[in-house]
């Protein structure tokens, strides 16, 4: 996994990408630009995370995030994924699998202004506790971001996010900032250092890069890779984002 993150470290001087659909996957920076009104979008992927010296397996696939366009800057969101954890323990292994908590949720964009290279939007999410008591928060949680981006040029763009959540009843301060380039009409690829500061003055710092192909104008393949800085974390991810709308119209015509 570590030579992947290397790999991903030196494409980003030769090779990135443009971009037609807006998504919120891989990276953990959420978009300041809502998708479009009357339009619905699907993101989905798998992922498979070790953590503590490989002593805590965790997959979650398919992760789904449905996205659908009320207005030119609001979009409601619907989030949930199946999720399968396993504990090595010397006594023997405690395994748990099923569907998580549902996320209900918006975004709204707040600023965005033809000749400024500046977009501002609000992401807040109810964590609604949905799954079994293995899984599930057991209470209501929620997770809110302000997501600011700047375009620097044609090539690289800066997207950041600041937040606050509580989730199980403990709150957090969140940061991520993602580093996009873009230099090719298919191929993308960011950099991405994110964390939280938790109650107890607890602090993650990670790290995370990933590679997308817009295969079509609706339709982003991605892979990223993740790891902590001050923790013991690792990870790996592939998916897609698919924006449906085209397809339901050229559909709907025939």
Known sequence: MKYLATLLLICTTITVCSQDIITDRPDQTEASSTIPKNSFQIEMGVLSQTSNDNAVKSFAGPSTLLRYGISEKVELRLFNQYESNKIELEGGNIKTNGLGDIEIGTKIQLFKKVGVNTEIAFLSHAIIPTAKDELSNNSLGTINKLSISHSINEQIGVGYNIGYDNVNKVSALTYSIAIGFSLADKFGLYIEPYGALTEGNQFESNFNAGITYLAKNN????????????NDM???????????TEFLM?????
């Open 219 to 230: 339709l982003q393949l991605d892979v990223s890779y993740g790891t902590g800085l001050n």
């Open 234 to 244: 690792e990870y790996v991810s592939a998916g897609f984002s698919w924006n449906i």
């Open 250 to 254: 050229n559909n709907n015509k025939n």
